[in-house]
C-alpha cells in the first residue's frame, strides 16, 4: 500500500512539476512542446499495450480472455469520448494558437473548464497506474505510472503560460496546476482499491485503463504534436519513447 501511495503521489506530482517548469521557461516554443509531448505519447502507448491490454488477456478465463479485453478496450474510449463531448478539448481552451486573449468578462468560465478539461483526461489516467497494482506485477505497475508521469510532465509545463496570458494571478495558476495533480492521486487510489476489492474485474478494469490511454493518445496528443510543422520530429519522438518503454519491460519486468 505504500508504494500504490507513493506511486500516486508521484503521478499526480508529475503535473505540479511540469507546471513550475512552466513557470521557469513561459514561453516555450511549438517545436520543443511537440517533441517533448510525443515521447510521452510514446509512453504512455508502449505503457498501454504491455503493462494494461496485454495482462487483461493473461488474466482473463480461457475463450472469454479476448473478447473481455476488447470490449473493455472500447468501454474504456467509449467512456472518455462521452465525457470529451461534454467538455471542450484541452488544446481549444488553452489559448495556445489564439492570436487573443479570451474577454476579461468570460475568462472565469474559460478557466474552469479548462481545469475540467484537465481533471476529466488525468482521472482515467490515474485509475490506470492503480489498477496496475492490481495485478500484483509491481514492475510492470511501476512502468505503466512511470509512462503515465512522463506524459504529465509536459502537460503541466504546457497549460501554464496560457493560463498566465489570460489574466490568471500565477498564485492561482499554481493551485489550479496542483489541483489537476491531485485528481491523478485519487484516481490512482480508485484504481488500486476497486481493483483490491474485487480481482474478478481484473482483466475488464485493466483493458478498460487501457483503452482510456489508447483515447488519450490518438485524439489529443498525436494530433497535438502534428499540428505545428513538426510531424516528423514528432513521430521520430513517439518511437524513441515506445522502444524506452520497450527495454525497460524487457529488462525490468
Known amino acids: 500500500m505504500r508504494m500504490v501511495l507513493l506511486t500516486a503521489l508521484g503521478v499526480g506530482g508529475a503535473t505540479v512539476i511540469g507546471a513550475i517548469i512552466g513557470f521557469m521557461f ?135 503560460a496560457p493560463m498566465l496570458a489570460a489574466g490568471i494571478k500565477p498564485g492561482r495558476t499554481f493551485v489550479i496546476a496542483l489541483f489537476t495533480g491531485i485528481v491523478e492521486v485519487i484516481g490512482t487510489l480508485v484504481g488500486y482499491f476497486a481493483v483490491s476489492v474485487s480481482t474478478a474485474i481484473l482483466p475488464f478494469a485493466l483493458a478498460f485503463a487501457g483503452g482510456t490511454m489508447l483515447y488519450v493518445i490518438s485524439d489529443e496528443m498525436i494530433p497535438e504534436t502534428h499540428a505545428h510543422g513538426s510531424e516528423r520530429g514528432a513521430t521520430y519522438s513517439l518511437l524513441a519513447g515506445f522502444c524506452l518503454m520497450l527495454a525497460m519491460s524487457h529488462y525490468l519486468g
Open 26 to 160: 513561459k514561453k516555450i516554443s511549438h517545436r520543443f512542446s511537440d517533441i517533448v509531448l510525443a515521447f510521452a505519447a510514446g509512453v504512455m502507448l508502449a505503457a498501454a499495450v504491455i503493462g494494461l491490454i496485454l495482462p487483461s488477456i493473461d488474466y482473463g478465463e480461457g475463450a472469454l480472455a479476448l473478447p473481455v479485453t476488447v470490449i473493455g478496450v472500447f468501454c474504456g474510449a467509449l467512456g472518455l469520448n462521452v465525457l470529451d463531448r461534454l467538455v471542450p478539448h484541452l488544446h481549444k481552451l488553452s489559448g495556445v494558437d489564439g492570436e487573443t486573449h479570451p474577454e476579461q468578462s468570460n475568462q472565469l468560465s474559460k478557466v474552469l473548464l479548462f481545469v475540467l478539461a484537465i481533471a476529466i483526461h488525468n482521472l482515467p489516467e490515474g485509475i490506470a497506474a492503480g489498477v496496475g497494482f492490481g495485478t500484483g506485477n509491481n514492475a510492470e505497475a511501476l512502468i505503466i505510472a512511470a509512462g503515465i508521469a512522463l506524459q504529465n510532465i509536459p502537460e503541466g509545463m504546457v497549460i501554464i
